[in-house]
């Protein structure tokens, strides 16, 4: 199994551009576009390419300040959420990197910031080296919709990742409306799983169909007998109604099967999940499954009344590409 840097790793990025994060200002972008920071590929060297404005980077970058004060930029969250840690990545950037930097954020219900809106402070200014990730734990509930990235004095930042728990008003969800409960934007979390040698869990969670095989989770090829799952939070209690397993893009590596158990967790830590997970009930019997295609179930689906977790088991290994678990909340 893949290990994480950090352990807030394990939640959605917020700044994901997939998710429609983009800077809504930026005091000077001259070198490289602000908008790189939210690419969800890791940065990348280009030997010997220049363009107008000079070297090519794979981040933003600013102009070297020649007069008071700092850089940056403001940024609207493709979905508001509190923080659990961030990822400020330098990658690449070595002598043209900013000494320090800083976040602050503010939380708007519609719209944009404006001169009138109070920001909070969310990470002190840390200080930065070059080419290196730099992992900073949040320890705010505050949900949050734009943040501001501040570097001191000015230079270049690779990628900015922020980890956390998408916020949502279930008091504005109607008893009889069905939504994905797994849904990384309604709050759904994967929170441990048998191996994700090839592809995160988390991915399966991510809104929209795959990109790519990359865009999935995917195991290693199991040599001993058992088989690979993933454990998952729902964003909200609920009875699921209708389950989609998709395996777009995997095709010579589809699991032959899958099943899926449930159960209603109160208390206890997501480290304490996995033993309880063996014991869990059945949601969903074991289903064939096929090559790049999505698979919907509802007339299968035992009736296990309000469930908080699920364990999808696929058989024996392979990789799947999303998992939607649609239902009532409760």
């Not at 429609?20 to 070198?31: C, E, L, N, P, Y």
């Not at 602050?104 to 080419?131: I, K, N, R």
């Not at 270049?156 to 008003?169: C, E, K, N, S, T």
């Not at 689906?301 to 908080?308: A, E, R, S």
Request: net charge negative; proline share 5%.
């Amino acid at each position: 199994m893949k290990a994480y840097a950090v352990p807030f790793e394990k939640y959605l990025n917020l700044a994901d551009a997939r998710l429609g994060t983009k800077a809504i200002s930026v005091t000077d972008d001259w070198f490289a576009d602000v908008n790189r920071l939210f690419q969800p590929t890791p940065a990348v060297w280009k030997e010997g390419v220049f363009d107008d404005n000079g070297k090519w980077m794979d981040g933003w970058e600013s102009r070297r300040k020649r007069f008071e004060g700092y850089d940056s930029a403001v940024i609207r969250l493709g979905v508001a959420g509190s923080i659990k840690g961030v990822d400020i990545d330098t990658s690449f950037f070595t002598g043209n990197f900013p000494p320090s930097a800083s976040l602050e954020g503010c939380f708007v219900a519609e719209g944009d910031p404006t001169d009138a809106t109070e920001w909070s402070e969310v990470l002190g200014a840390v200080e930065l080296q070059g080419d290196s990730h730099h992992y900073h734990e949040i320890a705010n509930s505050q949900a949050f919709t734009h943040l501001r990235f501040n570097i001191y004095p000015d230079g270049g930042v690779a990628r900015l990742r922020v980890y956390g728990i998408p916020f949502r008003d279930w008091s504005t969800v109607g008893d009889n409306e069905q939504l994905d409960l797994a849904a990384a934007l309604n709050g759904g979390r994967a929170l441990a799983c048998s191996d994700e040698h090839f592809g995160r869990m988390s991915n399966i969670l991510n809104p929209g169909r795959g990109v790519n095989m990359g865009d999935g989770w995917e195991t290693a090829r199991r040599r001993t007998p058992g088989n690979d799952w993933v454990i998952v939070a729902l964003g909200h209690p609920g009875e699921i109604e209708r389950i989609v397993v998709d395996t777009l893009h995997f095709k010579g590596n589809y699991p032959d099967s899958c099943s899926i158990q449930g159960a209603f967790v109160k208390g206890g830590t997501d480290s304490q999940i996995e033993t309880q997970s063996l014991f869990w009930r059945e949601l969903l019997p074991s289903q064939k499954l096929s090559m790049h295609a999505e698979h919907e179930f509802a007339e299968q689906i035992n009736q296990l009344g309000p469930i908080t977790h699920v364990r999808i088991n696929v058989f024996p290994d392979g990789g799947i590409s999303r998992l939607r678990l649609f239902g009532k909340i409760k």
